[in-house]
């Protein structure tokens, strides 16, 4: 089967959150399984754009409203990701440093969304389908069955993935003139709420769509950012698959980003001397349990109960605890967390800022990982902890709750520790229930980690359960 990949992000290309780590790892698995899988994303000016050689594929031109620009499709020379990689530049919108963030968003990622349709449709060989990842492709599935021009691409399969319901990249009717010409007697495939929104026309018109983990579906059909009743209709054509993570890129053994490399065998002192070169790097005390986050500081991750729950549990704990945040986001959260490297030295650090090597350092240095999300449609922190045998620290909800058992659970089966909501109350809980294990019974804290590094989140599972989908 031959399978396109319509994202905005992809690793190591470019990263903003799970999206892109999810992209640079399913088609690679795909491929392992035997089948084509390439990925087409813009092209940003990152440093793997710089690092690499590339060749032109194709050159072509497309309206954007009253506007004809010209796009190029690159395409990387030597298959370095384990996929084709393509590349789709348009100059003066997608070229830019950062991948979301400008006022012309919407200018930028419907250039690109009708520069791709338009290559598909004059490439000549037609793929089995079209799979396409969040809003940003959203209208894809829209422009291949009703738009005017792409008739190539009417009966190839498509494929939605929602890696995360809260961003549907709504516009204004008044932005219609933007879109390619199409049949105006399916204009309702693009609306909801008198709005465009690229991710409802995504959920309509896509064969089938699909959630980042099981629980995370369910939980659209009551809480989606106001699509919940689009998904209880179309319940019959979605699917939960859990994400997998790529256990080549996340493998203490062979980590090259780690300070000391370490397998399940030797987790105690790897992860010793892994939190004693961090300590010292960010004045941290490596005798004391370490707790970390590491995320997009927004309320998604419920980020902002962190000031106040560290406030609360170094003061109850009288400091026998380190914590370190590495994220960027909100500016008054980032604030919050960047005044307590005042008041707690020595026991606090804070990195604001996007930092891979970083967080693979922390996965490995860490005792604890916190995750409070009130919303998380399948989460990969919880599970690239599980891999460095750090105990992930989670609230009840999406795909946190189909990975995390709570260790208390009946038989001590567990390895994490489960909380049902996104208060600082309910995280110093667990909190304290963390360093009665630190402290008291370090025993049953070790077992857990042996227990959680043999847990096997790979892709091979999931990348085999997307072909099925495509199958049907
Ligand atoms: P989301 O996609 O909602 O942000 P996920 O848990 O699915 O959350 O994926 C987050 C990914 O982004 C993980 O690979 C995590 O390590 C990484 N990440 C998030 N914030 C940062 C940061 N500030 N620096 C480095 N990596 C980060």
């Not at 390439?38 to 072509?60: A, I």
């Not at 990689?85 to 690109?112: A, P």
């Not at 399940?264 to 992860?271: D, P, Y």
């Amino acid at each position: 089967m031959e399978i396109i990949h319509v994202s905005a992000e992809c690793y190591p290309v470019a990263k903003a959150g799970g999206l892109g780590d999810v992209v640079g790892a399913l088609p690679k698995y795909q491929t392992k399984l035997g089948h084509v899988a390439k990925v087409v994303m813009p092209m940003y000016r990152t440093k793997f754009l710089y690092d690499n050689d590339w060749e032109l594929v194709h050159e072509g031109g497309a309206w954007l409203g009253g506007t004809w620009f010209k796009y190029a499709v690159i395409k990387e020379k030597t298959n370095k990701l384990g996929f084709d990689l393509y590349l789709v530049d348009v100059n003066g919108l997608l070229d830019r440093e950062k991948i979301y963030g400008y006022d012309d968003d919407t200018e930028r990622f419907l250039s690109f969304q009708i520069a791709v349709v338009s290559w598909l449709n004059e490439w000549g060989h037609m793929p089995d389908v079209v799979h396409v990842h969040d809003y940003h492709a959203g209208l894809i599935p829209f422009f291949m069955k009703y738009a005017y021009g792409f008739e190539n691409l009417r009966s190839v399969t498509t494929v939605l993935t929602i890696h995360n319901a809260q961003y549907q990249g709504w516009m204004g009717w008044n932005k219609r003139h933007l879109l390619p010409a199409f049949d105006d007697w399916k204009s309702g495939m693009l609306d909801w709420a008198d709005m465009i929104n690229p991710l409802a026309s995504g959920v309509k018109c896509a064969d089938k769509v699909t959630t980042v983990s099981p629980s995370y579906m369910e939980e659209l059909r009551f809480a989606a950012n106001g699509l919940e009743s689009l998904f209880e209709y179309e319940r019959g054509k979605c699917v939960g698959i859990l994400n997998g993570i790529d256990n080549e890129v996340w493998n203490p053994a062979k980590d090259p980003l780690l300070h000391t490399k370490y397998s399940a065998k030797t987790v105690v002192k790897g992860k010793k001397a892994n939190k004693e070169a961090l300590a010292a790097q960010y004045n941290l005390d490596p005798k004391k349990p370490l707790f970390v986050f590491i995320g997009r500081l927004v309320g998604e991750k419920a980020a902002e109960i962190l000031p106040g729950s560290i406030d609360q549990s170094m003061t109850m704990h009288e400091q026998r605890l380190n914590f370190m945040m590495l994220g960027s986001g909100e500016t008054r959260v980032e604030a919050a967390l960047q005044s307590l490297v005042d008041k707690y030295p020595g026991n606090y650090a804070c990195y604001i800022g996007y930092n891979e090597q970083l967080a693979h350092q922390l996965y490995a240095a860490a005792d604890f990982l916190l995750m409070p999300s009130r919303v998380e449609p399948c989460g990969l922190n919880q599970m690239y902890a599980l891999r460095y045998g750090t105990v992930p620290m989670v609230r009840n909800t999406g795909g946190l709750r189909d990975t995390v058992i709570d260790i208390g659970a009946p038989n001590f089966e567990g390895f994490g520790l489960v909380f049902n909501e996104a208060t600082a109350w309910d995280l110093n809980e667990s909190i304290n229930r963390a360093m009665g294990w630190y402290y008291e019974k370090p025993d049953i804290l070790q077992a857990a980690r042996k227990k959680m590094m043999a847990i096997d989140h790979s892709w091979e599972s999931s990348a085999g359960a997307y072909l099925n989908l495509y199958a049907q």
